[in-house]
T-cell receptor, first 112, second 116 residues
Framework: GEDVEQSLFLSVREGDSSVINCTYT??????LYWYKQEPGAGLQLLTY?????DMKQDQRLTVLLNKKDKHLSLRIADTQTGDSAIYFC????????????FGQGTTLQVKP | GAVVSQHPSWVICKSGTSVKIECRSL??????MFWYRQFPKQSLMLMAT?????????EQGVEKDKFLINHASLTLSTLTVTSAHPEDSSFYIC????????????FGPGTRLTVL
């Protein structure tokens, strides 16, 4: 079945790089997403990658996709205290329906 | 661009009353909107898919008579929690899928429902 898994917690020091990992089971994924959720707020789309791409970079964010291993990662360079939040990866399985399957979310704690 | 609003942002109600939550796409049209429920420190659980002009599609285990969804226009979907009980207390988040776009969804800020 469809399943997306993430580690639950990551703690880094300000200025370091953060790497948040995600694995998924369904090879028919079309797009894979990273969302950020701050306390009491909705989800903010950070970036997404099409399933036939290996890497996407957007300013401090780098997304790596290993389709063979069904592994997705989000690297945040020069992590700041404002990056502290919960990060969700999600996959969409069938194009144009919009239905997403979410991971459990990784809480990123950035220490000054 | 791609802003989604929800109203109200929080609501407290008595057990047995009904509560309506609105989800609006402010600067784009959305034929499809989604309603999620999120418990503390947990992921989002998809409740239903709302399609403009047609009946909503509910996920397994979600009572359609309990959670009424109406998607009357390309920019508005409403979720009504009928005869609310304390176990319905949760964070409800909607998202909207722009017409003609990729699979990207844009999320609202969420509505915190507390049923006393």
């Amino acid at each position: 079945g469809e399943d997306v898994e993430q580690s639950l917690f990551l703690s880094v020091r300000e200025g370091d790089s953060s790497v948040i990992n995600c694995t998924y089971t369904d090879s028919s994924s079309t797009y894979l997403y990273w969302y950020k959720q701050e306390p009491g707020a909705g989800l903010q789309l950070l970036t997404y990658i099409f399933s036939n791409m290996d890497m996407k970079q957007d300013q401090r964010l780098t997304v790596l996709l290993n389709k063979k291993d069904k592994h997705l990662s989000l690297r945040i360079a020069d992590t700041q205290t404002g990056d502290s939040a919960i990060y969700f990866c999600a996959e969409s399985l069938v194009s144009n329906t919009g239905k997403l399957i979410f991971g459990q979310g990784t809480t990123l704690q950035v220490k000054p | 661009g791609a802003v989604v609003s929800q109203h109200p942002s929080w609501v407290i109600c008595k057990s047995g009353t009904s509560v309506k939550i609105e989800c609006r796409s402010l600067d784009f049209q959305a034929t499809t909107m989604f309603w999620y429920r999120q418990f503390p420190k947990q992921s989002l659980m998809l409740m239903a898919t709302s399609n403009e002009g047609s009946k909503a599609t509910y996920e397994q285990g979600v009572e359609k008579d309990k959670f009424l969804i109406n998607h009357a226009s390309l920019t508005l979907s409403t979720l009504t929690v009928t005869s609310a009980h304390p176990e319905d207390s949760s964070f409800y988040i909607c998202s909207a899928h722009p017409v003609g776009s990729t699979d990207t969804q844009y999320f609202g800020p969420g509505t915190r429902l507390t049923v006393l």
